[in-house]
């Protein structure tokens, strides 16, 4: 199982959508404000259903979509403790998961790029993935 990437070059800023292949819920990274329908329609393009928005850390160089999104969607929003995202419906701590389909997805806090940054782990049969946000950069 892979997480779809999308990039947002005016903010570059990359987004990720997971989803359990067979009940279709999914799990949104990092949506970007300006990137609303572009979300919308990967959504629609693999038929999944969007049970979570989350955030890595609260972003200096762009606007999220996430409450938009969740409203449009139906999905709930979550965010790092410290990072003082207050609209964020779930506010996690270090070593909470959040459940997608029979997925688990679980937050660990990685302080350093802010201080409340966290870092999520997605485990899966063939190994995972850790989504960083920030915290780690791509060939960094
Ligand atoms: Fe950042």
């Not at 279709?24 to 970007?32: K, S």
Request: hydrophobic share 35%; charged share 15%.
């Amino acid at each position: 199982m892979n997480p779809i990437q999308r990039f947002d070059p005016a903010s570059s800023t990359y987004t990720y959508v997971l989803f359990d292949p067979t009940t279709r819920d999914a799990l949104i990274i990092d949506p970007v404000d300006e990137q609303l329908e572009r979300d919308l329609a990967t959504l629609r393009e693999y038929g999944l259903k969007l049970a979570w928005t989350l955030e890595t850390h609260a972003h200096a160089d762009h606007i999220t979509s996430a409450g938009k999104l969740a409203e449009l969607a139906g999905a709930k929003t979550a965010a790092p403790m410290g990072c003082g995202i207050g609209t964020a419906g779930v506010q996690l701590q270090h070593g909470d998961t959040l459940r997608f389909g029979g997925q688990t997805l679980r937050a660990l806090h990685t302080p350093g790029h802010t201080a409340g940054s966290m870092s999520f782990v997605w485990q899966t049969p063939e190994g995972g993935h850790v989504f960083t946000g920030d915290t780690l950069l791509i060939n960094g």
